[in-house]
C-alpha cells in the first residue's frame, strides 16, 4: 500500500493459480465490498503498536500472505472478494481462496520478493545508479546454502553450525559478486529493502558486514532482569566475516513501512557503518521471536497461555553499554532521546518505532506502480547536489 492506503497487487508467487486472474500492478478498489482505503484504514485499526503507516503495511502483507486465525481478526474468511482494476483501465471482480503454504510455495515466495523492481543498473540526471535487491532472508530455499552446508555437514567432525556457516558464507560471497557487478561504473549503490519480510538475521549480519564500510556495530539482546527495575543486556552472537566487497560506491539503503525484524536489522547496521537510508521508516518489529524457555502468561479463564516476543535488541554503535545488569529506567532514557533517533554516538533502539530515515519519501500509487523508480532518482539528484553523495 501507499501511504494513502491505495493498494496494487505487488507479487503473485502461486504460479500453480491458473484461475487467480490478477496481474502484478492490478489496483485493487475494494476488498470485500469495501473500498480499498476504507479496509487498509480499518484492518490497521485492529493492530496494537507501532506506527499507523507500519500497521497499514502489515495489514497489505497479511491480506495476502497470513494463517487463517490472523485473516479472521481482519474480518476475513477462507476467500477474500477483490475488485481491481488493470493497466488499461478494465475492473473486473476476483475472489481468492485461502491456499496453505507448503514447502513450494514458500520457494516461489521467496523468490518472487526477492525480484528486483528497479533496474540493475540506470541513469538519471547523468547521475550512474546501480541496485541491489533483498526481500528477504530465508536460506532454506537457496539452492546454493543448500547444497554447500549439505557438502560441508558430511565432513568429518563438521557441526550443523559450522555446516550452516558454510552455507551462509556460499551466499554471501554471491552477493558480494552480484553487489560488485552493480557498483561497477555507478556513482551509487542502492540496496532495495522495501517489504523486506526479515527471516535469518545471522545472514543479514553477514550481508551486511560484507557490504558496510565500516564493522557492523555492537548488538545487544535486552531481557528482564533479576531485580526490580533492571534489565539484562548480553551480546548478540556474530560470526567470522565471509568476505567484503570490492567496489565501494556511496551506498544507499531504501526502506518503506514494510522493511521489517531481520530487514530493520540489515538497515540498522548499514546506517551506523554509513550508509544514507531514504525512504519510509521501517515497521517496527525488528528482533522476532525469542521466549528464552518462559511458558507463557495465562490468559485468566480461557485455559490458554500467551508468549510475546522476550527479544529486545539495542545498538550500539559507540560500544558504551556492557554485559550484563542496567538501571532499566536509565536505559529507556537513553534509547529515548529524541524521540527514538538512531545514533551513532550512543545506543538506540528500533522496537515498535522503526528505523528513522535519513532523507523520507513516502511512496506514492505511482511509485508503486514503476517501482519508485522516477522517486527515487529525484531524491539521488539532489543527495548529489548537496554533496551527500
Not at 541496485?131 to 557441526?159: E, I
Not at 549480519?205 to 565500516?214: N, R
Request: proline share 4%; with cysteine; charged share 20%.
Amino acid at each position: 500500500p501507499s501511504p494513502d492506503g491505495s493498494v496494487i497487487v505487488w507479487r503473485v508467487f502461486d504460479t500453480n493459480a491458473g484461475n487467480v486472474h490478477v496481474t502484478e500492478g492490478d489496483q485493487v478498489l475494494a476488498i470485500d465490498g469495501q473500498d480499498a482505503h476504507a479496509w487498509m484504514h480499518h484492518a490497521a485499526t485492529r493492530t496494537c503498536g507501532g506506527q499507523r503507516r507500519g500497521r497499514y503495511a502489515e495489514a497489505a502483507t497479511e491480506l495476502g500472505l497470513a494463517t487463517p486465525v490472523v485473516h479472521r481478526v481482519a474480518g476475513l474468511g477462507n476467500a477474500v472478494a477483490l475488485r481491481v482494476q488493470d493497466a488499461k483501465g478494465q475492473t473486473k471482480a476476483v475472489t481468492l481462496h485461502y491456499k496453505p503454504v507448503d514447502a513450494g510455495l514458500a520457494r516461489s515466495m521467496t523468490a518472487a520478493i526477492d525480484r528486483a523492481d528497479l533496474p540493475q543498473h540506470f541513469k538519471a540526471n547523468g547521475l550512474r545508479i546501480g541496485t541491489l535487491r533483498f526481500g528477504a532472508f530465508a536460506p532454506q530455499y537457496d539452492d546454493a546454502f543448500v547444497a554447500a552446508a549439505g557438502a560441508a555437514s558430511k565432513q568429518p567432525g563438521a557441526s550443523d553450525d559450522t555446516a550452516m556457516l558454510v552455507g551462509y558464507c556460499t551466499v554471501v560471497r554471491n552477493v558480494i559478486r552480484e553487489a560488485d557487478t552493480a557498483a561497477r561504473d555507478a556513482d551509487v549503490l542502492v540496496l532495495d529493502l522495501r517489504g523486506n519480510l526479515g527471516g535469518f538475521d545471522r545472514e543479514a549480519w553477514l550481508l551486511a558486514d560484507a557490504l558496510g564500510a565500516k564493522s557492523s556495530l555492537s548488538t545487544l539482546d535486552l531481557f528482564a532482569g533479576s531485580k526490580p527495575g533492571t534489565v539484562q543486556l548480553a551480546k548478540e552472537h556474530t560470526d567470522p566475516s565471509c568476505g567484503h566487497v570490492a567496489t565501494h560506491a556511496p551506498l544507499i539503503v531504501l526502506t518503506d513501512a514494510g522493511t521489517r525484524s531481520a530487514g530493520e536489522f540489515m538497515a540498522s547496521w548499514l546506517w551506523a557503518s554509513g550508509a544514507t537510508v531514504v525512504g519510509e521508516r521501517t515497521v517496527g518489529a525488528g528482533g522476532g521471536f525469542e521466549f528464552n524457555g518462559e511458558p507463557g502468561t495465562p490468559l485468566a479463564g480461557s485455559g490458554h497461555a500467551v508468549r510475546l516476543s522476550g527479544n529486545f535488541s539495542v545498538f550500539d554503535p559507540a560500544g558504551t553499554l556492557g554485559e550484563g545488569a542496567h538501571d532499566e529506567a536509565a536505559l529507556i532514557d537513553m534509547l529515548a532521546r529524541d524521540h527514538f533517533a538512531p545514533s551513532r554516538t550512543h545506543p538506540f533502539a528500533i522496537q515498535s518505532v522503526g528505523l528513522r530515515p535519513d532523507f523520507a519519501l513516502s511512496s506514492t500509487l505511482a511509485d508503486l506502480r514503476d517501482g519508485g523508480r522516477s522517486s527515487l532518482a529525484k531524491v539521488l539528484v539532489q543527495l548529489k547536489a548537496k554533496h551527500q553523495l
